[in-house]
């Protein structure tokens, strides 16, 4: 299978994809140095490349280089966060109409996947031929369309469209043979829009591949007639959202270090963006020229202390679910912190319930939170406004991460609370199972996320026996 990576995880998933017998296609030039590799343009089974905040990656591909690198990521990273999403992008599906809202139709597609289309798209039908687009991938309703598209590697036919050229080929000739041959080519009803990688194909692959797509459409429509509604008639890609974690991050640093000069940390200081990233860039090349490593880590450190928290300062602090929701906590002051350990408060502007506690929440009342680095726990002890201890919850997730503004961590669902009378009790176990069997998470994340509840729930019964 092939892979095109970009992003600033490149250099370690590269490393591991050519391990597990994947071929790396349109490399950067930094890339090709480094691996020793030649120029390959063959059309990539999956594209890879940065979330937006950084904090992972968003691959987008054939089902089964997909579930390959489901599987690697799975194998060699404890905390990796996989979040496939199962409507098909780009697939065609005879949807059937559920009901509709504002102007919006909502389309049951199969397997418990409801998508969105717009009113103005529909003329009645009650079993529509849908196709799910690559707008909101990931989000819960996808946002389908009745403007069909079959897509190819070079061309993609378009229902009741012209011929068209990407804007990415620039040369003039060049577009204007394309546009020629598409329109020679086009099938009635249908238009041809020429992709990039079609500039450098031979006149015969481009017609062998119009040929096949429109052998689709015949397909398609046979099987539009005879389907039943809801079901899926021409699959498409597939798209996953992938999060790295703290100690995914140690880990693909390792990955890195086997190929190019890696300092400790690197993917963190590369995901903090800005100043932090340019001057890590710095510090690496240094260490490529030959500087003394841990000379160079010593004065990148001390070049960006200043970008990070220390005592008193205020930050945000990102509840990060499995489902990939982040719940904003609110700002936190912290109280100490330190190469080993973080504490941090936050007070509470509303009222509310302590949900497991038992216990009312007031305005006033006083969250107090400490964690050791590297620990998959964060303790937070409440307090009302007089200083009276209202019960201590004890979070369960992925070691703290300490970012120059934020404080962020992903929440594993599982609890240990121990309520007001001294009791404890776990909580929310179920909920981590179930990201385990739809492998969200790795079995080796759920087996030691689950122990260490039951160990922190024994210290603290023993603790606060006969409180």
């Known amino acids: 299978m092939k892979a095109q990576v970009r992003g600033i995880y490149t250099t370690a998933l590269t490393k591991m994809l050519l391990k597990n017998g994947f071929e790396i296609v349109n490399p950067s030039l930094a890339i090709k140095k480094r691996f020793k590799l030649s120029e ?38 404890e905390d990796v966060l996989t979040r496939k999403w199962r409507a098909s992008v780009d697939g065609i599906y005879k949807g059937r109409v559920a009901e509709s809202d504002n102007n919006v139709i909502y389309v049951d597609i199969g397997e418990n996947i409801v998508g969105r289309l717009p009113e103005s798209e529909l003329t009645g039908e009650k079993s529509p031929l849908v196709q799910v687009e690559r707008k909101r991938m990931g989000f819960k309703h996808p946002v389908l369309t009745t403007q069909l598209k079959i897509i190819g590697n070079y061309a993609i036919l378009s229902q009741n469209s012209k011929v068209g050229v990407s804007l990415k ?6 577009r204007t043979e394309l546009y020629t041959l598409g329109k020679k080519l086009a099938p009635q ?3 041809i829009i020429w992709r990039e990688s079609a500039a450098n194909q031979l006149k015969e692959v481009l017609e062998s591949e119009v040929k096949i797509l429109n052998e689709k459409i015949k397909y398609l429509n046979k099987k539009a007639s005879k389907a039943e509604s809801p079901s899926l008639l021409v699959e498409g890609s597939y798209f996953i959202d992938v999060e790295f974690p703290c100690l995914s991050k140690k880990s693909l640093d390792k990955w890195r270090s086997t190929v190019a000069p890696t300092l400790d940390g690197h993917h963190f200081y590369k995901s903090c963006g800005g100043r932090v990233s ?7 090349k240094l260490i490529e020229k030959g500087e003394e490593k841990s000379k160079v880590e010593e004065s990148f450190k001390n070049h960006i202390a200043d970008e990070f928290p220390e005592e008193d300062s205020i930050v945000d602090v990102e509840h990060v679910k499995l489902s990939g929701m982040i719940f904003h906590l609110g700002q936190a002051t912290i109280e100490s912190i330190n ?17 497991g506690l038992n216990v009312e929440k007031e305005v006033g009342d006083k969250a107090v939170s400490q964690t050791i680095i590297g620990e998959l726990w964060i303790k937070t002890e409440y307090f009302s406004r007089r200083g009276e201890w209202k019960g201590t919850y004890i979070n369960l997730n992925t070691p703290l991460e300490v970012y120059p503004k934020t404080l962020r961590y992903v929440d594993l669902e599982i609890d240990v609370c121990i309520k ?23 079995r080796r994340l759920f087996e030691k996320t689950k122990a260490k509840a039951k160990e922190l729930e024994k210290t603290y019964k023993t603790k606060y026996q006969g409180f």
Request: net charge negative; aromatic share 6%; glycine share 6%.
């Open 278 to 284: 340019a001057a890590l860039e710095m510090a690496e």
């Open 40 to 77: 390959n343009s063959a059309p990539p089974d999956i594209k890879i490349k940065d979330r937006y905040d950084l904090q992972g990656i968003r691959a987008l591909g054939k089902r089964e280089a997909i579930e390959t690198l489901h599987s690697i990521l799975h194998s060699n990273l």
């Open 189 to 191: 009803g249908w238009g």
């Open 420 to 442: 007001p009378d001294g009791s404890t009790e776990i909580l929310d176990v179920d909920k981590l199972e179930k990201a385990v069997q739809e492998k969200t998470i790795t």
């Open 339 to 355: 190469d080993l350990e973080v504490k941090y408060s936050r007070v509470m502007r509303s009222n509310g319930f302590y949900d």
């Open 169 to 174: 080929i620039r040369n003039l000739n060049k």
